[in-house]
C-alpha cells in the first residue's frame, strides 16, 4: 500500500464477532483505489482489512497483526477482548509486511509468549519465542499453539510465497491470509476481485482448484475470514465461495 492512503482510512469503532465468543475480527476499513498495489484499475471502495483473535480457556491467538495505518485500532480493540495478564500467542499467515508489522506494539503492550511462521524471507522483529515452521504445500499440520488451543496449519497450493491458512476445528473458521479477498469490491466490480490471479495465466491450474475445494469440504469451514474483505459466514456459504473461487482459478489457467 503506497503511505499516502493512510489520509483516506476508515476506522472502525469495535471488533467485530466472526464466530460467536470464540473467533473475533479485528482491524479497519481502507478507501480500495488505486494507490492501493493490490487493488485492479477502476475500482473504488472501502475495504476491510483484518487479523483475527481466537479466544481459549488459557490464553487466546492472534492471527496476523494487522497493517501499521491500524496500529492504534487494534491495540484498542485487544484491550476491550484481553483480560489484564492474559497469555497470549500470534500467528502469521505470511512473513509479510502487512501480517506483522504491528507485531513490536502488540509485544510492548500485552504478554505475547510465541509468535508462529513459516517462510523467513521476512523474519518477524520479535522479543517473544519464535516458532518457525514449515508444512508441505498441499497438506496440514496440527499444532498445539498454547495449552488447550489447537490449531490446524494448513499450506493451500493457491500461493506465491509460503502462506498458512488457520483452522479452528472448535468453531470451524478457516482464515485464509489473502485468498478469498474478492467478497468488498461489490456487485459492480465482481469481477475485479479476482484480478489478482491473472498471474495464473500460464500455469495449468486444476490442481490449484481442486485444492481449494477439498480444504473448505474437508475441514467442514463455518466461516472463511480473509485478510482483506469482508469474511464469509455460513457452510454453505463457504462451500459456494471455495467453488466460486476454484471456478475462477480454472477459467483463468490454461485450459
Not at 517462510?119 to 499453539?145: H, N, Q
Not at 478469498?180 to 465482481?190: I, P, V, W
Not at 490442481?207 to 457452510?235: F, K, M, Q, T
Amino acid at each position: 500500500m503506497k503511505s499516502h492512503t493512510a489520509q483516506a482510512a476508515v476506522v472502525a469503532n469495535d471488533a467485530h464477532s466472526l464466530i460467536g465468543s470464540r473467533v473475533h475480527r479485528l482491524g479497519a476499513d481502507i478507501l480500495l483505489d488505486e494507490h492501493v498495489s493490490w487493488c485492479p484499475p477502476g475500482v473504488h471502495v472501502t475495504q476491510p482489512v483484518n487479523c483475527y483473535l481466537i479466544k481459549g480457556s488459557k490464553g487466546s491467538v492472534l492471527v496476523d497483526t494487522g497493517i501499521r495505518l491500524h496500529e492504534a485500532e487494534i491495540i484498542r480493540q485487544l484491550d476491550a477482548l484481553l483480560e489484564p495478564g492474559e497469555r497470549l500467542a500470534v500467528v502469521l499467515t505470511r512473513t509479510e509486511m502487512e501480517c506483522c508489522l504491528n507485531l513490536p506494539a502488540i509485544e510492548a503492550r500485552f504478554d505475547v509468549e510465541s509468535v508462529w511462521y513459516t517462510g523467513g524471507i521476512t523474519v518477524p522483529r520479535t522479543t517473544a519465542v519464535p516458532r518457525r515452521i514449515m508444512v508441505t504445500p498441499g497438506t496440514s499440520l496440527d499444532v498445539e499453539v498454547m495449552d488447550g488451543l489447537t490449531l490446524q496449519f494448513v499450506s493451500p497450493l493457491m500461493r506465491l510465497l509460503p502462506t498458512l491458512w488457520i483452522f479452528d476445528p472448535e468453531c470451524g473458521a478457516l482464515l485464509t491470509s489473502d485468498s478469498f479477498t474478492h467478497g468488498s469490491y461489490g456487485a459492480s466490480n465482481a469481477s475485479a476481485g479476482l484480478h489478482k490471479f491473472r498471474w495464473f495465466a500460464m500455469a495449468d491450474t486444476h490442481d490449484i482448484a481442486r485444492d481449494v475445494e477439498e480444504i473448505v469440504g474437508r475441514l467442514h469451514v463455518n466461516a472463511i475470514g480473509p485478510s482483506y474483505g469482508e469474511p464469509i459466514v455460513g457452510r454453505a456459504e463457504s462451500l459456494a465461495a471455495a467453488e466460486a473461487l476454484a471456478a475462477a482459478i480454472r477459467r483463468v489457467g490454461i485450459q
